[in-house]
């Protein structure tokens, strides 16, 4: 033991200095360090094991990318602010994030100017979304420019639910 510790234990007393010499006599040797359950593997199988893992992570890339949105759901989304129903509505503040916006600025203007078309008092999600907007120097759409885009939707579309 160290000169520090000598004195430390004869300030304790003699009490202390036998629970020490107990400790002292259960020491044990350190081990050998592992070498662990895949430094076993021989380097062939490192291969093979990153091999497989490539192969399944980019089977998994592969697929997410062909599942992408469906058209019909992308379109949705897109013309929703269009349509007068209850359905589209639901649908529309269904997909509003928590800061106010939906995907994008685009998508925002016209959903918001279509909350607005809704009629009522404002609500809560109208307020959300003119909050993103002013926080983005925008502001959302009149009813004139939110009518010209069903126009252009339902002619480019064929669309005849735009209700606009």
Do not use: H
Request: aromatic share 8%.
């Amino acid at each position: 033991m160290t000169k520090d510790l000598e004195e430390t234990l004869s300030e304790l007393g003699a009490g202390y200095r036998e629970v020490v010499e107990r400790l002292r006599a259960c020491e044990v040797a350190p081990r050998a360090p592992s070498r662990g359950r895949w430094r076993r593997l021989a380097p062939p199988a490192y291969l093979a094991a990153a091999s497989v893992a490539a192969a399944l992570l980019g089977s998994a890339w592969l697929f997410s990318a062909r599942r992408g949105p469906a058209q019909g759901d992308a379109r949705r989304a897109y013309t929703a602010a269009y349509e007068r129903d209850g359905a589209a509505l639901a649908a529309m503040l269904a997909s509003q994030r928590a800061d106010g916006s939906w995907a994008n600025d685009f998508l925002t203007l016209q959903n918001a100017a279509a909350l607005r078309a809704a009629g009522g008092k404002p609500s809560v999600a109208y307020k959300k979304a003119v909050r993103y907007l002013r926080s983005r120097g925008l502001n959302p759409l009149t009813e004139d420019e939110l009518r010209l885009r069903a126009a252009a939707a339902s002619s480019i579309a064929g669309n005849s639910r735009a209700r606009y």
